[in-house]
């Protein structure tokens, strides 16, 4: 399977960037995905991510209450609606999928840069 992350871009900080992550090869039915990001001389970080229904999502506390992980199986895509963002936010955003709670994340897209300024 590929994943396509886009959807990055230069935002100024308060501004808003919805990305896309779109697999090819395979559906997403049944396999969670999730959002990660890796900013400039620090380490992946987790952000978010999406059970394979939909029905449950999680995210890092630094962006509770300003992104949301969405999914449309049909699509075969995951969103990630990004609000009010923050200069802390300015990172490579990566996506990933697994087969289940647990496991590791064995396909990645190839990131999609956002930078916010100020």
């Known amino acids: 399977v590929q994943l396509q992350a886009s959807g990055g871009g230069l935002v100024h900080a308060g501004g808003s960037l919805r990305l896309s992550c779109t697999a090819s090869?395979?559906?997403?039915?049944?396999?969670?995905v999730g959002w990660f990001r890796q900013a400039p001389g620090k380490e992946r970080e987790f952000v978010a991510r999406i059970v394979w229904s939909g029905s449950t999502t999680y995210y890092t506390d630094s962006v509770k209450g300003r992104f949301t992980i969405s999914r449309d199986n049909a699509k075969n895509t995951v969103c990630l609606q990004m609000n009010s963002l923050k200069l802390d936010d300015t990172a490579v955003y990566y996506c990933?999928?697994?087969?289940?709670?647990?496991?590791?994340?064995?396909?990645w897209g190839q990131g999609t840069l956002v930078t916010v300024s100020s």
């Open positions: 990933a999928s697994r087969r289940g709670a647990g496991m590791n994340y064995d396909s």
């Open positions: 090869g395979r559906t997403f039915v049944g396999y969670g």
